[in-house]
């Protein structure tokens, strides 16, 4: 089944304490990108890869850094987790940037205390 | 990259068509217009896209206006699951998602 995997869906930490939120697909997907959610503020994207080893910033990067070191995983580095990063995280991919539909995963709900 | 401006929120009776306006005034040649919909807090799910032409699929109808600066997303009977919020973007080499329209579909 084609699908977009997040893990963890959900997570309490604390701050400071470095977690990844790991993101795979298995539809040979060139584009993948981080997303984040919050209350009326709709889905703002945190970074975007557009193939490997090709990693950009989105409109909302900081305090957060990503890997695409092999086409199928985009991994979400929190280095040092602070309390306005508590969100819902999503992980999409799509076969190429500029067309096709984005193919989202179920998403990561986390809490920094 | 072009950004959209859509209404916050849109009421529609059960079984009437559903029609959500999108502008998008600055958008590009090579831009493409995307609709998705996200239902509670579930990952967004495609909808339509298109370039220059009406497109209609098993879903919706998405309507471009010929100069391209907005286009209209019809679901021609609507559910009461398709209460949802609808994005509407577009595209080069970031999806900018915004707000969406809040569709409530009312029995």
């Known amino acids: 089944e084609a699908q977009v995997t997040q893990n963890p869906r959900y997570l309490i930490t604390v701050t400071g304490k470095k977690l990844t939120v790991t993101c795979s697909q298995n539809m040979n997907h060139e584009y993948m990108s981080w997303y984040r959610q919050d209350p009326g503020l709709g889905l703002r994207q945190i970074y975007y890869s557009m193939n490997v080893e090709v990693t950009d910033k989105g409109d909302v990067p900081e305090g957060y850094k990503v890997s695409r070191k092999e086409k199928r995983n985009f991994p979400l580095i929190l280095e040092s987790p602070s309390p306005n990063q508590t969100s819902l995280y999503f992980c999409?991919?799509?076969?190429?940037?500029?067309?096709?539909?984005?193919?989202f995963g179920e998403g990561s709900r986390l809490t920094v205390l | 990259d072009a950004k959209t401006t859509q209404p916050p929120s849109m009421d529609c009776a059960e079984g009437r068509a559903a029609n959500l306006p999108c502008n998008h005034s600055t958008i590009s040649g090579n831009e493409y217009v995307y609709w998705y919909r996200q239902i509670h807090s579930q990952g967004p799910q495609y909808i339509i896209h298109g370039l220059k032409n009406n497109e209609t699929n098993e879903m919706a109808s998405l309507i471009i206006t010929e100069d391209r600066k907005s286009s209209t997303l019809i679901l021609p009977h609507a559910t009461l699951r398709d209460t949802a919020v609808y994005y509407c973007?577009?595209?080069?080499?970031?999806?900018?998602f915004g707000s969406g329209t809040k569709l409530n579909v009312k029995p």
């Open positions: 973007i577009v595209n080069f080499n970031k999806f900018y």
């Open positions: 999409a991919s799509t076969p190429r940037h500029n067309t096709g539909e984005l193919f």
